[in-house]
């Protein structure tokens, strides 16, 4: 079992930058896979990043290719978000999760994930 929580949320203008972090209970969290999902409001969660166990193996969804950027601390429990050059269709709750399984790499669905965070909204105004 694992409990994560997110924070570094915030409103902020296009263009600008937060990174969002999330922090992860137990010793087990260094042989996880950890991945970033957002959901904006009226619309289905969607994939935004993901890191593996060992962090050897990272990569993004298109649209934010080249401005976020995730990493991980295992002797932090924290895995990371890094989001620059803001967009207002960035705006939407983040979420951390977590996948126990030890797959070759990372996945890119929900359903791979066991443990999930409450979320931290991200704001971005025009």
């Known amino acids: 079992q694992v409990q994560l929580v997110e924070s570094g949320g915030g409103l902020v203008q296009a263009g600008g930058s937060l990174r969002l972090s999330c922090a992860a209970s137990?010793?087990?969290?260094?042989?996880?896979?950890m991945g970033w999902f957002r959901q904006a409001p009226g619309k289905e969660r969607e994939f935004v990043a993901a890191i593996s166990w060992t962090g050897s193996h990272n990569y993004n969804t298109d649209s934010v290719k080249g401005r976020f950027t995730i990493s991980r601390d295992n002797a932090k429990n924290t895995v990371y978000l890094q989001m620059n050059s803001l967009r207002p269709e960035d705006t939407a709750v983040y979420y951390c999760?977590?996948?126990?399984?030890?797959?070759?790499?990372?996945?890119?669905?929900?359903?791979?994930?066991?443990?999930w965070g409450q979320g931290t909204q991200v704001t971005v105004s025009s």
């Open positions: 137990g010793r087990t969290f260094s042989s996880y896979h």
């Open positions: 999760a977590a996948d126990p399984s030890r797959s070759s790499v990372p996945a890119d669905w929900g359903s791979a994930y066991d443990y």
